[in-house]
């Protein structure tokens, strides 16, 4: 008997051990997204076989947060759509999404109608190739990687272009910007329209002294809430500008001049 009972101590033991094994793997696999919410719809771009949670975020107090329930929101995965069944708690919302992600990963490019050349698709800080890397469907709008790319683990950043009423406006999915990807974006932008070559650096959060050691001017400036460094290359010229983004103007500094524009 008493054999009996530690045997029995012995698997419940071992069958807790696995089953919190299987847990904390599960746990360890979930994916995160952020995407903006938009008439009590929000779209997670890359599709999730299972949800864990879903996370009302204010995007104006990003502290603010709520946790959905389950009954509280539905999940297509054909269409990578969250809607939320009622009301949401704050005026401009950021969802935030945890999940199982669809094997192989796979991405919705919901409102893109035009051909795979307009599509570009960088993964650690290198162009991907259509049919290698990935293969896109225009009937679908799914991109679907190639089985042994973990994008939970990878510098992903893709863009593409859409109509709107003021024209042609660029939509990106990514968790990663950097020069690498800003050259590449560039001269992607540069085959597709022409014209100069014009390559957008981000510095927001870089010190405006360390700014200007690099571009080789002054900017006698304030500490601005964004900063890019733009580049452009054009007859064997390079100019560069410094664009610095306050709550109510921006000011574009060059080597010779300061201009402020009010919004």
């Not at 085959?191 to 405006?208: A, N, W």
């Not at 010779?256 to 009010?262: A, D, F, G, L, S």
Request: glycine share 4%; aromatic share 12%.
């Amino acid at each position: 008997m008493k054999k009996l009972l530690i045997a029995l101590f012995i698997s419940c033991f071992l069958i807790a051990a696995l089953s919190a094994a299987n847990l904390s793997v599960s746990k360890d696999k979930l994916f995160p997204i952020e995407t903006e919410v938009v008439n009590r719809t929000a779209t997670t771009y890359f599709v999730y076989a299972g949800i864990d949670s879903v996370e009302i975020i204010n995007a104006n107090q990003k502290l603010q947060k709520t946790k959905l329930k389950k009954n509280e929101y539905t999940y297509d995965k054909a269409t990578a759509c969250i809607r939320f069944k009622k009301e949401l708690p704050y005026e401009n919302c950021i969802v935030k999404v945890k999940g199982l992600p669809a094997v192989p990963y796979s991405c919705y490019l919901k409102d893109f109608d035009g051909t795979k050349s307009e599509l570009l698709v960088i993964l650690n800080n290198l162009t991907a190739v259509e049919k290698k890397d990935y293969v896109y469907d225009p009937k679908t709008k799914l991109i679907v990687f190639r089985p042994d790319i973990d994008i939970s683990n990878t510098s992903y950043y893709m863009v593409y272009y859409v109509q709107t009423g003021n024209g042609v406006v660029s939509k990106t999915i990514s968790n990663d910007f950097n020069d690498t990807i800003a050259e590449l974006h560039a001269r992607h932008n540069q085959q597709l329209f022409g014209g100069p070559l014009v390559i957008y650096k981000d510095r927001t959060g870089v010190p405006l002294f360390k700014v200007a050691q690099e571009v080789g001017f002054k900017l006698n400036l304030w500490p601005p809430r964004a900063c890019t460094i733009c580049e452009t290359y054009e007859n064997n010229r390079k100019n560069v500008t410094v664009l610095c983004y306050y709550r109510d103007r921006y000011i574009e500094c060059t080597e010779n001049k300061t201009i402020e524009y009010r919004y």
